[in-house]
């Protein structure tokens, strides 16, 4: 088992931007596909974004494309997830995820997860 560990959430304004941290620990993540998930309470886990271990693929929610990215920095052995333009149905849980397989967005295909970072968008 490794650790992930994310960081960056917090209260924010309707409009406003964050930038979502994750970085593991005992292992590089180098070659690893990456992907973030958010879940409310009640509800299903959800898709975000997922970045190949290259960052050369990219896959995004509907709800969220084009106001969230998601990138890499194999060097730090980081995975950011900068969300812009936030609204208040961005409100979530949000989990980072690794997998030794290609970028996915099914969670069940993720081996590791952090404990996750809340993000609440306020009105």
């Known amino acids: 088992q490794v650790q992930l560990v994310e960081s960056g959430g917090g209260l924010v304004q309707a409009g406003g931007s964050l930038r979502l941290s994750c970085t593991p620990s005992?292992?590089?993540?180098?070659?690893?596909?990456m992907g973030w998930f958010r879940q409310c309470p009640g509800q299903e886990r959800e898709f975000v974004a997922a970045?190949?271990?290259?960052?050369?693929?990219?896959y995004y929610a509907d709800s969220v494309k084009g106001r969230f990215t998601i990138s890499r920095d194999n060097a730090k052995n980081t995975v950011y997830l900068q969300m812009d333009r936030l609204k208040t149905e961005d409100t979530a849980l949000y989990y980072c995820?690794?997998?030794?397989?290609?970028?996915?967005?099914?969670?069940?295909?993720?081996?590791?997860w952090g404990p996750g970072t809340q993000v609440t968008v306020a009105s």
């Open positions: 970045i190949s271990w290259s960052a050369m693929t990219t």
């Open positions: 995820a690794a997998q030794f397989g290609v970028a996915s967005r099914d969670p069940r295909q993720y081996n590791y």
């Open positions: 005992g292992r590089t993540f180098s070659r690893y596909a």
